[in-house]
């Protein structure tokens, strides 16, 4: 079972590329969701998804971009990017929302650390 | 929005010794998740708690839904405990996830 798995797990960017960063789960979970980790700081949620096309925004969406194709995949686009978007990335699923009571895990991919110079 | 303080920072201790990490909120919440982050990065959910208490080997959480208030145990600790520990709650206004504390860095010396 490979759980969240995220690609890629380093990348380095300069100013105005694009790029993809991957996300799939073969849990079957409804919700999942992109952070993004600075240092000192808490995890800031940048999109989620509660199913195959649904998106919506989350705490710092500005400059990502997400679709949901499928149940498996929730990729995240980084559009022309800048400095300020240099993070460690992780993608999450649940099987249901993450403010339910009954929701016992979310599970993490291993994380994308990107650069952007 | 909900806001998450925990306590201590960062908490340096010896093996064997009882350890307690705290964690408050702003908003009355119905789940509360402890997170565990390796020092490799990788992210792994510990509890999620609604109410009372939860043990899990030698991790223990508790949760004062009236106070806010969530408080992480490790017994018998191991340098194998060492690793940033994680509170988060939902984010509230309207947005499903979760508002993430800034973590507890712990190390736990032989």
């Known amino acids: 079972n490979a759980g969240v798995t995220q690609t890629p797990k380093f990348r380095i960017l300069k100013i105005g590329q694009s790029m993809t960063l991957q996300c799939t789960q073969d849990m079957n979970h409804n919700y999942m969701y992109w952070y993004r980790q600075d240092p000192g700081m808490g995890l800031k949620l940048i999109y989620y998804?509660?199913?195959?096309?649904?998106?919506d925004k989350g705490e710092v969406p500005n400059g990502y971009n997400v679709s949901r194709s499928t149940t498996e995949d929730f990729p995240l686009r980084l559009e022309l990017a800048a400095p300020s978007q240099t993070s460690v990335y992780f993608c999450a699923s649940s099987y249901s929302t993450a403010r339910a009571a009954t929701n016992e895990k979310l599970f993490f991919g291993s994380g994308t650390q990107l650069s952007v110079l | 929005k909900n806001e998450v303080e925990q306590s201590p920072q960062n908490l340096t201790a010896q093996e064997g010794e009882f350890i307690t990490i705290n964690c408050s909120y702003s908003?009355?919440?119905?789940?509360l998740h402890w997170l565990q982050q390796h020092p490799g990065g990788g992210i792994v959910s510990l509890f999620m708690l609604s109410s009372g208490k939860k043990k899990h080997g030698r991790l223990i959480a508790t949760i004062n839904i009236q106070e806010k208030h969530s408080s992480l145990h490790i017994t018998a600790s191991h340098p194998r405990d060492s690793a940033v520990y994680i509170c988060a709650v939902p984010s509230g206004g309207g947005a499903d996830g979760l508002t993430f504390g800034k973590g507890t860095h712990l190390i736990i010396q032989p």
């Open positions: 908003v009355g919440i119905s789940a």
């Open positions: 998804s509660v199913g195959a096309g649904i998106t």
